[in-house]
């Protein structure tokens, strides 16, 4: 069993940066996918970014291109998502999730097993 647990949410303007971190009970990225959703008030949980060391993969939603990054300390157990040029349309709760995914379903929410509780960002404007 995975114990996840995210960090560093808040408030903050429009075109400003946050960095979340996802830290693991254990060594995840050898042998599990990484990955960052979202869920909006009143919409359904989507897609951020994901990241699988072992296959040498990142995958990103098109909306986040350019602005978030993802990445991963080893030794930390952590994953990290840093946020920058933040939008209005960013404000959500934010999860991280971890899971033993093959390339092709890095994007799918159902190949995660294990979940954080999630992170609020509010993006004002």
């Known amino acids: 069993q995975v114990s996840l647990v995210e960090s560093g949410g808040g408030l903050v303007q429009a075109g400003g940066s946050l960095r979340l971190s996802c830290a693991a009970s254990e060594r995840t990225f050898s042998a599990y996918g990484m990955a960052w959703f979202r869920q909006a008030p009143g919409k359904a949980r989507e897609f951020v970014a994901a990241i699988k060391k072992s296959a040498g993969s990142i995958r990103y939603t098109d909306s986040v291109k350019g602005r978030f990054t993802i990445s991963g300390d080893n030794n930390k157990n952590t994953l990290y998502l840093q946020m920058n040029s933040l939008k209005p349309e960013d404000t959500a709760v934010y999860y991280c999730?971890?899971?033993?995914?093959?390339?092709?379903?890095?994007?799918?929410?159902?190949?995660?097993?294990?979940w954080g509780q999630g992170t609020q960002v509010t993006v004002s404007s």
């Open positions: 999730a971890a899971g033993r995914v093959i390339v092709s379903s890095m994007t799918s929410e159902s190949a995660y097993s294990y």
